[in-house]
Each structure stands twice: as C-alpha cells, then as structure tokens.
C-alpha cells in the first residue's frame, strides 16, 4: 500500500508541465501570496543569513523568484519529475530530490524556509514533525513563511485536492503547532479563497528565536 509521500510523488510526476504552465507567472495574478514572499524576502535580507530553502519547490518558479528578490535560493522537492523540470527552467539555481522530514541541510544554516502549499498533503499526526525539520534547519532569527488553505472550522479538514489527497487547518491551529515547534508566529494574513474550493488563502510568517 501506498504511504501518503508516494502517493503525492506519483500524482506531481504526472502532471508537471500543466503545473508548471499554471504557475509559470511567478503569482502574478496572486497579489496577497506575492507581497507576503516579498515581505519574507525582506525580512531575510535584513539578517546575515541569504541562503534559503523553496520546499516542496514544484517547478521552481517562487525559487527563481527568490533568487530575483536578492537571496541564495535554493529548491526541493519530492517529485523528481518536478525537480527535473526546474533544472531545465532554472539551469543556473539549484534543485535537488528531497523529503520535506529529512531536509538536506545543515543544521542552523538558513536564514529562512518558504513553504508555498507544500505541507498541505501531510496528515495532521505527521506535521509536528515535519515542522520540526524545518526549524531545524533555520539559524536563530531564521524565517519561515508558510502558506495552506484555511478553514474556519476548529480541526484540520481533508479534501480531494485536484493532484493529491490534502488539509485545510484552522490558522489558530496551525500557529499552535509552529509555537510548539519552537517558532515566534509575527503575521499572519488570511484572504479569500482564489479558487472554487471555499478554503481561505492563508499565510503565516513565523521566526526561529
């Protein structure tokens, strides 16, 4: 039987140029998403640490945007399909194959981690951990921004996501678990949805003390 990480990676394998070719506009028709990745980009400049991580990167357009807002941007992913596809597209940043548990990074070595709906296909139980890899990752005053759906409801939802079976959380508990995770939540910027799906488009900018 298939765990939920193959699972995803079969589905984004299959699907990676209409991906790509949704996305390719670096979220120019998402201004809340885009401001917030410019608000983090920010915030990382200011601090000594450059280098950061675009995980769950699909093919690798918020990396190169990154990479133009003046970081050392780097990206993973665990479709090697989707990694392939951002090679080509990004030939001079890099890409590699990775499970968002087990981040190939030195420990305290970035100086912040983007998440753009890459957690959203990780069951509840599975997420503190996860989150935890993150913030292993990160130096102290290391950012992360996370984005996901929300829902207004008081527990993660699970729902029929067009490639892969995913969440929706409730924003209040999902900053829970990135305080418990050892993070400082400081914005947070909830919106309405830009799909049919109903779900609150919601981004959460948190800090490694």
């Known amino acids: 039987m298939l765990n939920h990480q193959d699972e995803t990676r079969a589905a984004y394998d299959g699907v990676v140029e209409l991906y790509a070719s949704m996305f390719a506009n670096r979220l120019e028709t998402h201004p809340f998403a885009r401001n917030m990745i410019g608000t983090f980009a920010e915030l990382v400049r200011a601090t000594e640490h450059l280098r950061v991580a675009d995980v769950g990167c699909g093919p690798g357009h918020l990396t190169a945007m990154l990479h133009d807002l003046g970081l050392d941007a780097f990206g993973l992913d665990l479709s090697p399909a989707m ?8 030939p001079a940043l890099r890409f590699e194959e990775a499970h968002m548990e087990a981040l190939p990074v030195e420990d305290g070595t970035l100086g912040g981690v983007l998440a753009h ?3 959203i ?4 139980g599975e997420l503190p951990a996860l989150l935890a ?22 527990d993660p939802v699970r729902f029929d996501h067009k490639v892969a079976p995913a969440y929706s959380w409730p924003a209040d508990r999902f900053v829970g678990l990135l305080a418990e995770a050892g993070l400082v939540t400081f914005a947070r ?5 830009a ?3 109903g779900f609150l488009d919601t981004h959460v900018l948190a800090r490694r003390p």
Do not use: K
Not at 136 to 146: D, E, K, S
Not at 189 to 193: E, F, K, R, T, V
């Open 83 to 90: 990694v392939d596809h951002a090679r080509r597209a990004q």
């Open 189 to 193: 910027l909830l919106h309405d949805p």
């Open 121 to 124: 296909h990780t069951p509840p």
């Open 195 to 197: 799909s049919e799906r």
């Open 117 to 119: 709906y890459s957690m």
């Open 133 to 154: 890899e993150q913030v292993r990752v990160l130096a102290p005053g290391g950012l992360l921004l996370v984005s996901f759906f929300g829902t207004e409801g008081p």
